[in-house]
């Protein structure tokens, strides 16, 4: 079997790097409005078997969260079916979203957003082009401005080096090798059932899904079929107290190398990579820019983490071939498709200049439970595998108000362990449970019968 | 810190339900405990668990884990179908076995029927209050300095 690509919407399937982003969150007026508006986009969404090569100048992509779903009035027994981690808010404790990052310190009307349309262009004017007319259908529900500035969330290029981020690290260069369809594969590719929703089996569980004692799980399940749970995750990055801790930590902690080079392998360690995107495992003396898109390594050969700290960030996602505790605690590394880009503008040096820079980033997955939450609890306490030393560990580049968690990152060396405290470098601004629909049920949902 | 669960079923009250009940009690501790036992001493994940019946009317699974509630969920169901699968037949307004032996949808009328403890905990807004002499340390860590 192979999901029919012209009904999965093109980022789920696909990265698409397309130099500006918009995201426009909207809050549902009624069903009518509601149904205008995704009567307006259903035509216009990007699907993963359109030719991208050379694409049209805009691409476009819908969300819709569970309350928008009930905006919407669907069947209450169709909307049952969904789970409940859809179905709830996002759980700040597993988030580890405490403090600074709580929700309730989250960017005003965040949470108020039910739809969101993930505008992608080639240029301002075409963006705004498509903005004006997503705007102009959207007549009859409330556009949430959610940014400290009262705009939407944007998001594109920092500079000239695709995928550069706020911290200076290069993103996209690992992603699942998704296996589309039932046909063997590459080796170590990943079941599609793992992000797209209605296939679910034993081994691979989604929902919704059908039971026979439930009469409205088969019309749920085909709803939901073809789409995915997207996580909307909002992520404010500190870029002058990053570097004031590089400046100040990296020296001390390796004062062996002159400062410049002991902030960059400070950097390095914490991520895992070089900020080129060298990984360490291949070269932990120097970035190596022949290894800077490689994604073909595995930490066996590093168990007592010399090269790679065993908490770095690309290690505690996805630890690869690294023992990891027995079932029930873990089952499997879970995955994610990321998918997302900074915002704000580009900073260097240590001072401050008061504007909110960060990430917007999505997480595509079947389950946000077993995907998602999971990967968040890594990263809030890294006590998944007998690797760590310390199981209070946790991701250096997550938010680190978490009480029980540990705020030194250790780092192995063949002269002992070092050691630097983390300071608190990012902050959530809002996190959003998004189902991401076909392109047929995009269509139902937009039409005038009843789900 | 450790989780806490309050599972609280209402135990339906016709005839053979109860009879099915009593049957359960003079049971449990030679045929139900010893697989809870070795089901929860292999998990290390589990600090206490004890099944509670009161006046015939509610049915309780009271228990303190570390890590995720999802984890431990699922953890319940793979580990101790027959212990659930009876719990849950005895009890009122819960989906067939059928739809509980999904994880999510165990997880979520677990959830629905988890009782929240009066007050509240500094690490989780969803919680009510538990206290720990032993602060956040785990099942994993004691044992591992009992063994020292």
């Known amino acids: 079997m192979s999901p029919e690509l012209s009904d999965i919407q093109g980022l789920i399937h696909h990265h698409y790097g397309y130099p500006k982003l918009r995201h426009l969150l909207f809050k549902i007026g009624s069903p009518a409005s509601g149904r205008q508006l995704l009567k307006f986009l259903a035509p216009r969404v990007t699907h993963a078997a359109m030719n991208l090569d050379p694409g049209p100048d805009v691409l476009l992509n819908v969300g819709i969260t569970f309350a928008g779903l009930q905006s919407l009035k669907l069947d209450l027994d169709l909307l049952a079916c969904f789970p409940i981690d859809f179905k709830e808010a996002p759980d700040s404790t597993v988030m580890g979203d405490v403090g600074a990052s709580h929700p309730d310190r989250w960017w005003k009307g965040f949470t108020d957003a039910n739809l969101v349309v993930h505008l992608f262009a080639r240029s301002t004017e075409?963006?705004?082009?498509?903005?004006?007319?997503?705007?102009?259908?959207?007549?009859?529900?409330?556009?949430?401005?959610?940014?400290?500035?009262?705009?939407?969330?944007?998001?594109?290029?920092?500079?000239?080096?695709?995928?550069?981020?706020?911290?200076?690290?290069?993103?996209?260069?690992?992603?699942?090798?998704?296996?589309?369809?039932?046909?063997?594969?590459?080796?170590?590719?990943?079941?599609?059932?793992?992000?797209?929703?209605?296939?679910?089996?034993?081994?691979?569980?989604?929902?919704?899904?059908?039971?026979?004692?439930?009469?409205?799980?088969?019309?749920?399940?085909?709803?939901?079929?073809?789409?995915?749970?997207?996580?909307?995750?909002?992520?404010?990055?500190?870029?002058?107290?990053?570097?004031?801790?590089?400046?100040?930590?990296?020296?001390?902690?390796?004062?062996?190398?002159?400062?410049?080079?002991?902030?960059?392998?400070?950097?390095?360690?914490?991520?895992?990579?070089?900020?080129?995107?060298?990984?360490?495992?291949?070269?932990?003396?120097?970035?190596?820019?022949?290894?800077?898109?490689?994604?073909?390594?595995?930490?066996?050969?590093?168990?007592?983490?010399?090269?790679?700290p065993i908490s770095a960030h690309i290690r505690v996602t996805n630890p690869r071939d690294q023992a990891l505790d027995p079932p029930p605690k873990v089952i499997g590394v879970p995955q994610v498709i990321r998918r997302g880009a900074p915002f704000g503008t580009k900073l260097e040096g240590t001072v401050d200049d008061n504007q909110e820079r960060g990430l917007a980033g999505l997480f595509i997955c079947s389950s946000i439970t077993r995907q998602f939450y999971t990967l968040m609890e890594w990263m809030k306490e890294n006590s998944f595998s007998p690797s760590f030393q310390d199981p209070r560990a946790q991701d250096p580049l997550a938010n680190h108000e978490v009480p029980s968690a540990s705020k030194e990152f250790l780092i192995p060396t063949e002269s002992g362990v070092r050691s630097v405290t983390l300071p608190n470098m990012v902050t959530t601004r809002g996190t959003a449970f998004f189902l991401l629909p076909s392109l047929t049920a995009i269509n139902r949902l937009a039409g005038d019968d009843r789900i | 810190m450790a989780t806490a669960l309050?599972?609280?079923?209402?135990?339906?009250?016709?005839?053979?339900?109860?009879?099915?009940?009593?049957?359960?009690?003079?049971?449990?501790?030679?045929?139900?405990?010893?697989?809870?036992?070795?089901?929860?001493?292999?998990?290390?994940?589990?600090?206490?668990?004890?099944?509670?019946?009161?006046?015939?009317?509610?049915?309780?699974?009271?228990?303190?884990?570390?890590?995720?509630?999802?984890?431990?969920?699922?953890?319940?169901?793979?580990?101790?179908?027959?212990?659930?699968?009876?719990?849950?037949?005895?009890?009122?307004?819960?989906?067939?076995?059928?739809?509980?032996?999904?994880?999510?949808?165990?997880?979520?009328?677990?959830?629905?029927?988890?009782?929240?403890?009066?007050?509240?905990?500094?690490?989780?807004?969803?919680?009510?209050?538990?206290?720990?002499?032993?602060?956040?340390?785990?099942?994993?860590?004691?044992?591992?300095?009992?063994?020292?």
């Open chain 1, 126 to 308: 075409t963006l705004e082009a498509i903005t004006s007319e997503v705007r102009e259908a959207a007549a009859g529900n409330t556009e949430i401005l959610p940014t400290s500035a009262g705009g939407p969330i944007e998001g594109g290029m920092l500079g000239t080096i695709r995928g550069e981020l706020h911290f200076g690290y290069r993103d996209g260069i690992s992603h699942p090798d998704v296996r589309w369809s039932d046909d063997p594969g590459s080796p170590g590719s990943i079941d599609y059932r793992n992000f797209l929703l209605g296939y679910s089996t034993p081994q691979i569980p989604s929902s919704p899904k059908v039971f026979a004692s439930v009469p409205a799980s088969a019309r749920a399940t085909g709803l939901a079929r073809n789409g995915s749970y997207s996580v909307f995750r909002v992520l404010i990055q500190n870029v002058a107290a990053f570097n004031q801790f590089l400046a100040a930590e990296g020296p001390r902690a390796f004062p062996e190398l002159p400062p410049t080079d002991a902030q960059e392998l400070l950097a390095a360690k914490l991520m895992g990579r070089w900020r080129d995107g060298t990984p360490l495992i291949r070269s932990p003396v120097a970035p190596d820019i022949a290894f800077a898109n490689d994604n073909s390594f595995n930490y066996s050969q590093d168990a007592a983490g010399l090269r790679c």
């Open chain 2, 6 to 148: 309050n599972l609280t079923l209402r135990l339906k009250q016709d005839a053979a339900t109860q009879a099915a009940l009593a049957q359960v009690k003079a049971a449990f501790a030679e045929h139900i405990q010893p697989a809870i036992d070795a089901a929860l001493m292999k998990s290390e994940i589990v600090h206490f668990a004890r099944v509670v019946v009161i006046d015939d009317k509610y049915i309780q699974v009271l228990t303190e884990f570390d890590g995720s509630k999802q984890v431990y969920t699922t953890f319940f169901l793979r580990a101790l179908p027959e212990v659930f699968k009876t719990i849950f037949s005895l009890a009122e307004d819960v989906p067939p076995w059928e739809e509980l032996q999904d994880e999510d949808k165990f997880y979520e009328v677990a959830s629905n029927y988890n009782v929240r403890a009066l007050g509240t905990k500094e690490d989780d807004d969803k919680a009510g209050y538990l206290f720990q002499a032993l602060g956040n340390t785990t099942v994993k860590e004691i044992r591992a300095a009992l063994a020292k």
